[in-house]
């Protein structure tokens, strides 16, 4: 897929990597709509990196609210010429099952898992009627193997078999795979607290920056490729 003039809905823009996701779009000329339930913090990114006024525009979309499936639909009423989504939001916490806080489980689960779902092609039937479309759920290496992120690695988990059934072909006007990009190891982004990145330098882990998974993801839509996005090796969830 090529990104020129193609309008692309990004949630998570105010993520690490969300954040270097809408920098390399703006630069690949794609335009931008950036979707959060904070639209002054998503406006100052954007003046931050001086992404075009006139190819980018903001619209409230809080995945952790009851309300997300309608606000999904405001979007889509207003932008009825999507051609990409890129589910990028995502909330961690870095504890055992007997260790994680129920409140902050359901916040964990209503993010990064339930509230993707409402961004896919379901409320976005326009998406379905473009001569180009694709959708990019950005997973991680923890949606196969559970360590130390109970809640993570469930919502993860359960995003990787959400993406295996579309990718089958439930959405076959969808030229491109509906695909979950993987990284094997933690990126170095806020999301990640100090914990995580003591044990990720006691395990002598090494860690991709937001810049190059972003860089990997957006390649892999331009090649028409689901799988890795990693900086470093290869991790395919559909290998």
């Known amino acids: 897929m090529q990104l020129r003039d193609k309008k692309v809905l990004l949630t998570g823009a105010t993520g690490g990597i ?25 406006v100052h990114i954007a003046h931050e990196l001086k992404l075009s006024p006139q190819a980018t525009t903001f619209a409230e979309l809080d995945l952790g609210s ?8 405001a979007v889509a009423r ?20 007997d260790l994680a806080p129920a ?3 359901a916040a964990v689960l209503d993010v990064s898992l339930k509230g993707t779902i409402p961004a896919d092609p379901g409320p976005l ?10 959708v990019v759920n950005v997973g991680s290496t923890f949606g196969g193997i559970g360590y130390g992120f109970a809640a993570y690695c469930a919502s993860k988990f359960g995003l990787r078999g959400y993406c295996r059934e579309h990718c089958g072909g439930s959405w ?12 094997p190891v933690p990126p170095s982004t806020d999301m990640n607290e100090q914990a995580v990145r003591d044990m990720n330098v006691a395990l002598g882990n090494a860690m991709d920056t937001p810049e190059q998974v972003a860089a990997r993801i957006v390649q892999s839509v331009q090649r028409e490729r689901c ?4 900086a470093g090796r290869k991790n395919s969830l559909y290998s």
Do not use: T
């Open 18 to 42: 969300g954040k270097a996701l809408a920098l390399v779009l703006s630069q690949q000329g794609a335009r931008l709509i950036l979707v959060g339930r904070n639209v002054d913090r998503l």
């Open 125 to 134: 039937p326009g998406l379905l009627q473009r001569p180009e479309a694709a």
């Open 227 to 230: 799988g890795s996005a990693s």
């Open 172 to 183: 076959p006007s969808i030229h491109r795979c509906v695909c979950s990009i993987s990284h």
């Open 66 to 73: 009851p309300q997300v499936h309608e606000q999904a639909l």
């Open 103 to 105: 409140a902050q489980v």
């Open 78 to 97: 207003s932008h009825p010429d999507i051609d990409l989504v890129v589910n990028c939001a995502g909330m961690n916490l870095f504890a055992a099952s």
